[in-house]
């Protein structure tokens, strides 16, 4: 029995930065297309429309062991609705909101964590991801 197994945003980031042109970089981000984590990333780092409900900088948490890590990217992209103006998180105090981020932070494999700070400051977490290539790879994402 054969296993489709769904590779860590931080898998799939690693192997667009060995890629040598354009075109094996937007075609692996095809091949990746049903990663909801990647497209989710991708939007929340290159759609200005997107704008993060959390204080500047890099917050005080204790990154996780990689061999350890309790939960991973693609089950946890889903809190990133709580960290968006606009969204569910708007309601809760501000101490909250944080404290759920850093938890989000520390539940993950410690390169996803550096991915998820990169896509909170708007900077692509890899050299040639560009939010035109991202536009042309997956049109409908960005809606800016």
Do not use: C
């Not at 690693?14 to 040598?20: S, V």
């Not at 909801?36 to 204790?62: H, I, K, M, Y």
């Not at 606009?86 to 944080?98: C, I, M, T």
């Amino acid at each position: 029995m054969a296993y489709n197994q769904i590779k860590d945003v931080f898998e799939i980031l690693d192997e667009f930065g060995q890629q040598t042109n354009k075109a094996k970089r937007k075609e692996l981000l095809l091949k990746h297309s049903d990663n909801q984590a990647l497209r989710d990333v991708l939007r929340g780092t290159f759609d200005e429309s997107l704008v993060w409900n959390l204080p500047e900088g890099r917050p005080p948490f204790q990154a996780n062991i990689p061999e350890s890590v309790p939960s991973t990217l693609i089950r946890e992209h889903r809190m990133f609705g709580y960290f968006v103006n606009g969204a569910k998180g708007d309601g809760l105090p501000a101490y909250k909101r944080e404290n759920m981020f850093v938890q989000l932070l520390e539940s993950i494999h410690p390169a996803d964590a550096e991915i998820v700070l990169s896509m909170v400051a708007k900077k692509s977490p890899v050299k040639f991801l560009t939010k035109k290539l991202v536009q042309e790879a997956f049109p409908n994402l960005i809606k800016t």
